[in-house]
């Protein structure tokens, strides 16, 4: 879903005035929303290239695949 340059437009305006707050992460707008996203934490993050990792381990066998730590499938 795209968002109406115009509409994207106020939207960034109210972004960039949002106050900063310690200890989250940036602020992204999806879907005509403002998100403000966490920032990873390393244990998840140790976590996920872990599973990553091994579900890779298990896709050579059905051909050029590879899951990233976002979790996207890709035929490489």
Partial sequence: MSTD???YGRL??????????PGT?????A???IVMLMPPVRRHELAV???ARQLNAHTVAVGPWTI???GLLTYA
């Fill in 5 to 7: 340059p115009a509409a």
């Fill in 49 to 51: 290239i872990r599973i």
């Fill in 31 to 33: 879907d005509g929303e």
């Fill in 25 to 29: 992460g940036k602020i992204e707008i």
């Fill in 68 to 70: 990233d730590t976002g």
């Fill in 12 to 21: 960034r305006e109210i972004a960039d005035q949002l106050p900063q707050i």
